[in-house]
C-alpha cells in the first residue's frame, strides 16, 4: 500500500524556473522524507522534515510540512536539466517508524 | 561495501519457477528493507529486518514470498511459483541502528534487480 499521493503526477518546465511539487499523506507521522529517482536506477534520499518542524532547506530545495493539512511540498529552485528524475515522498508513521511508506511520485522533466 | 549491492540486476525466469533475489547491505547496517517498485508507480513495501529477525513482514504480498537474512547482513528475498505479476523491480535499502551515527532518518537504496517473468 501507499500512503503519500504526490501531485502533479508529471511537471514540464524550463531551466532556471521552479518547481514545485506536492505530497499528501493519510496517518500521523514521526518524519516525512523526499527521495529522488534517476530512471532505471536506485533512490538517493534529498531530505528529511521531522514532524515538529515546518520548513527545511538544503542547498536549492526547500521542504514544507503541514501536519494538520496531513502535506508537504518540495521546491527546486533554479532548476536545472539534471533534476530531470521522479521525485518521491516517503512517510515515517507515528508508531512503528522504522518503516518507510512512499508515495506516487512526480516525474520532472526539466528542459534546456 | 561502500554502498548497497544487489545481484543479480537483471533477472528473466519463466512463469512457475523459483527465484532468489540478493542484498548487500551497508556494512555496519542493522536494518536491511526490501520495497517492490512497478513500472510508473512508488516502491511498495514488502518486509524489513531488524538484525536477523524480520520486524515487519506485512508487505508481502502472499506465502509464494520469503525473505531471509540469517546473519544479519546479506538478505535473499524468495519467490517461488512465480507469476507474471511479480515482474517488477525489487528495490533493497539498508541503516544503521536507531539512535546510533549510522542511522540519520534516511535509506540508502541499492541499484535494484529488475525481475521479468515470461
Known amino acids: 500500500s501507499q500512503q503519500g499521493e504526490e501531485d502533479p503526477q508529471a511537471l514540464s518546465i524550463q531551466e532556471g524556473e521552479n518547481a514545485t511539487m506536492n505530497c499528501s499523506y493519510k496517518?500521523?507521522?514521526?518524519?516525512l522524507q523526499w527521495y529522488r529517482q534517476n530512471s532505471g536506477r536506485g533512490l538517493v534520499h534529498l531530505i528529511l522534515?521531522?514532524?515538529?518542524?515546518r520548513e527545511k532547506h538544503s542547498g536549492r530545495l526547500r521542504v514544507t510540512l503541514d501536519t494538520s493539512k496531513k502535506s508537504s511540498s518540495l521546491l527546486i529552485t533554479a532548476s536545472r536539466a539534471a533534476d530531470t528524475a521522479s521525485y518521491f515522498c516517503?512517510?515515517?508513521?507515528?508508531?512503528?517508524?522504522?518503516?518507510?511508506?512512499f508515495g506516487t511520485g512526480t516525474r520532472l522533466l526539466v528542459s534546456p | 561495501g561502500a554502498g548497497v549491492s544487489q545481484t543479480p540486476s537483471n533477472k528473466v525466469t519463466e512463469k512457475g519457477k523459483y527465484v532468489e533475489l540478493r542484498c548487500d547491505p551497508i556494512s555496519g547496517h542493522t536494518a536491511l528493507y526490501w520495497y517492490r517498485q512497478s513500472l510508473g508507480q512508488g516502491p511498495e513495501f514488502l518486509i524489513y529486518?531488524?538484525?536477523?529477525?524480520?520486524?515487519?513482514d506485512s508487505g508481502l504480498p502472499n506465502d509464494r514470498f520469503f525473505a531471509v537474512r540469517p546473519e544479519g547482513s546479506v538478505s535473499t528475498l524468495k519467490i517461488q511459483r512465480t507469476e507474471r505479476g511479480d515482474s517488477a523491480v525489487y528495490l533493497c535499502a539498508s541503516r544503521g541502528f536507531p539512535g546510533t551515527s549510522l542511522n540519520t532518518g534516511e535509506l540508502f537504496f541499492g541499484e535494484g534487480s529488475r525481475l521479468t517473468v515470461l
Open positions: 516517503a512517510t515515517a508513521p507515528d508508531t512503528g517508524f522504522q518503516k518507510l511508506v
Open positions: 496517518t500521523s507521522i514521526n518524519n
Open positions: 529486518f531488524q538484525g536477523t529477525g524480520a520486524a515487519d
Open positions: 522534515i521531522r514532524s515538529n518542524e
